[in-house]
């Protein structure tokens, strides 16, 4: 930073000859003792956040509680953009949320890169979107990511190749399935889903050729039998493309819920987690099993509104906390500054 030092040390002669007269020598060093306050202040402000006790008791987000003997983690989705809108903001209160919840991992619901995915494991996106930014202790966990329809805009195998560059980043591979086996008896399964080759709107956008080279047959036969198989407690799916929303794309969401829809209801899923709308939503129609959750506001937000299915949505930045356990399930959803917005708790019992 330049003139730092010299703040503190004689300052520099304002007229060549060291002498000057005092009005004049007063205005000239205006700019220089200026200069002096705003280095210290970005001095200030880029010293590296001591993450202790004290800062965690100082920064804590209300009513959020742990799943006692269960499985927390958050769910964050359309996110990747440099640090750009409110994504520091977002992965500040997420590693408060882990801290508090004791959280076992992050889940993404795709466009983990704007505006057109990663070139390769080395594109630097990595850094400036990822490993920079979420980079408090907390969020040095396992991130199960799935792909949206940005990521296909680059290279999408890149990201599942990630996965032997990164300790954290798991993408083993376009879509997967783990199960979870919970302290107090209960199982939960999460099926994680590449759903731009199944979204019959893409068939004709060449920007988006790449995901029509995929075989979708295949993936929803996986899809079916994975949920057929299960004992687990729980079931939980979750995709890029939401089935329902109350945002941008209301109305517009049917091609995919035409596909996935039947699967989802027939085999009694629990949840559906979704992104692609840049907000905070649940949304439940009538006479359905499925609860809907819409988690993309990781970084920049749109528009949303009351639709007959809704039972919130917020125009926000933030992510959502779900915490299972035997009896309970419980989303959350979790603004850029903290504020919890909204919380939903099912029991396995009324399912």
Known sequence: MPYFHNCFNKPPDVNGFGVAPLLLKKLKLMPYF???????????????????????????????D?????????????????????????????????????????????????????ASVSDPYWQSSFEQIYQGPHLFEDWYATLGNHDYRGNWQAQIDYTQVSRRWQMPAQYYAKTFEL??????????????????????????????????AKQLTW???????????WKIVIGHHPLYSSGKRYGKTGGIRDVLEPILEGHQVDAYFAGHEHDLQHNQPAGTHVAHFVSGGGSEVRPVAQREFTKFAASKAGFASVGINKEQLTVSFIDAGGQMLYQYQMNKDNK
Request: glycine share 6%; aromatic share 10%.
């Open 66 to 118: 742990e799943a006692q003997d269960g499985l927390n983690f958050l769910v964050l989705g359309d996110w990747g953009r440099n640090g750009h809108y409110q994504q520091r903001h977002v992965a500040m209160w997420m590693d408060i949320a882990m801290e508090q919840l004791g959280g076992d991992f992050i889940v993404t619901t795709g466009d983990n890169f704007y505006s057109n995915g990663v």
């Open 183 to 216: 302290d107090d008896g209960a199982s939960v399964l999460l099926v994680f889903l590449d759903t731009n080759p199944l979204n019959p709107d893409y068939k004709h956008e060449a920007k988006y050729a790449a995901t029509q080279q995929q075989d979708a």
């Open 34 to 64: 200026l200069l002096c306050l705003l280095s210290l202040a970005a001095t200030a402000q880029s010293s590296p956040q001591v993450y202790d006790d004290a800062y965690y008791q100082q920064h804590q987000i209300a009513n959020v």
């Open 223 to 233: 899809l079916k039998d994975k949920l057929a198989s299960t004992r687990a407690t």
